[in-house]
Each structure stands twice: as C-alpha cells, then as structure tokens.
C-alpha cells in the first residue's frame, strides 16, 4: 500500500527566511508519480509540481525548489525567502501509474505560518 | 480557460437526508475524481469517473456514489447523511490521454455540514 508522511504538522517561520518542507513516501510501483499542492485559506488546491519515478533531476521555478530523492524516498520542497503569501498547508501527493490507478494519496500536510 | 466549478460551495443538511454536489470539469478534460477533506482524516479519495465509467473506488460505504455524464461533468450522492459527513468535498479534473498521470486540477469544494 501507498503511504505519504510529513511529519512537520507546523512551521512558522519570519519573512525572508528560507524554509524546507519534508515529504516521504512509500510505495512497491516502480512507476509512480509525485505532487506537492498548496490550499490557502481560501480551500482551493493549487497544483505546484509533478515528478515522475525516473526523473530525479532537482527543479527550480522562482523562490520554490525541490529536492528528490529515490535513495532515501523523499521529495522534499524548499521556499527561498519566504514571504506571507506563501503562508497556507501544503500538501505532499502520491500517485501510483502502474496499476493504471489515479488516486492521489495524500500527506496530513504542514501549515507554513510566514510572519511579517 | 475556466477552472472546475463546483456547485453548490456551502451546504447545510440534518442527519438522514441525502444530498446530490455537482462538478463540471476543465473543458476537455475527461477524468473527473471527488476527493472528501476532514480535519481528522485529511484529504481521501472517494472515485475517480472516466468517460462515463467508475474507473476506480475509494474506501468509502456505499453511501456515497457518483456518475459522469457524456459532457464529463459528474455529481456525487450521499444518501442518509451522517454527522460525520460533514466535510469539505473537492472535485477533481484532469485531461488523461494516455498512460501518463496528469496534474490533475481541484475546484473550491463544496463545504457539507450536516447537523
């Protein structure tokens, strides 16, 4: 069975700090499929990023980076210079493809608290 | 391009009524999945619909059920509603061509509160 943890429950950080969120996984597919969504206050899950099984190439886009690693099954997601609009719960995600299945399942999120 | 809408977004029931949330996927987007978000349980997978067929099933009672229609927009049912149903219940749209899992898109929820 697929698993996701993140043991971060909370962060609080100040502004312009740079803050890592932790994500592990488990899973038996070889072929699976990871995302972290951001849910404001306002509820709505914003997509961030999907990397498949095969790709471990760290990306980059603007303040936000992450970090993926099969060795130790981790995906982790880094915001530089954290600002209070990046306060919301983020959310790691698992997909497994190989059975053709499309259910995410879910980490219990971390709530990023950025304070001015 | 408009995002998935899901309606009603707040809805108010009493334990042992049923309830019918409406989803109307990204257009041409063929995949439509419900999730249901608890602060106790967090966010879990209730069904994912694909060109009008239940591709794949959460574990949830038979209470809960849904259906997509041919122009891909799908509604979710939950009959004789528990307190514990009280949830927010998100919708979710991707395009699915191929093998490959697409990002898969989340409308606002609809929030259920059942007293």
């Known amino acids: 069975a697929q698993k996701v943890t993140q043991a971060q429950t909370e962060i609080s950080v100040v502004e312009k700090e740079d803050v890592t969120l932790d994500c592990v996984y488990e899973?038996?597919?070889?072929?699976?499929?990871l995302f972290w969504y951001k849910q404001p206050p306002s509820g709505e899950l914003v997509f961030l990023i999907r990397?498949?099984?095969?790709?471990?190439q760290n990306e980059i886009s603007g303040r936000y980076s992450w970090n993926f690693q099969k060795s130790t099954s981790s995906f982790n997601f880094t915001i530089t210079a954290s600002q209070v609009v990046d306060s919301a719960v983020y959310f790691c995600?698992?997909?497994?493809?190989?059975?053709?299945?499309?259910?995410?399942?879910f980490g219990s999120g971390t709530r990023l608290q950025v304070q001015p | 391009k408009a995002g998935v809408t899901q309606t009603p977004r707040y809805l108010i029931k009493t334990r042992g009524q049923q309830v019918t949330l409406s989803c109307s996927p990204i257009?041409?987007?063929?995949?439509v999945s419900w999730y249901q978000q608890t602060p106790g349980q967090g966010l879990q997978f209730l069904f994912e619909y694909f060109s009008e067929t239940q591709r794949n099933k959460g574990n949830f009672p038979g209470r809960f059920s849904g259906r997509q229609f041919s122009n891909s927009r799908s509604e979710m049912n939950v009959s004789t509603l528990e307190l514990g149903d009280s949830a927010l219940y998100l919708c979710?749209?991707?395009?699915?061509?191929?093998?490959?899992?697409?990002?898969?898109?989340f409308g606002p929820g609809t929030r259920l509160t059942v007293l």
């Open positions: 995600a698992l997909s497994e493809a190989g059975t053709g299945r499309r259910a995410l399942t």
């Open positions: 257009s041409g987007h063929r995949s």
């Open positions: 979710v749209s991707s395009l699915e061509q191929g093998a490959r899992a697409d990002t898969q898109y």
């Open positions: 899973t038996r597919d070889t072929t699976y499929y």
């Open positions: 990397r498949n099984s095969f790709d471990e």
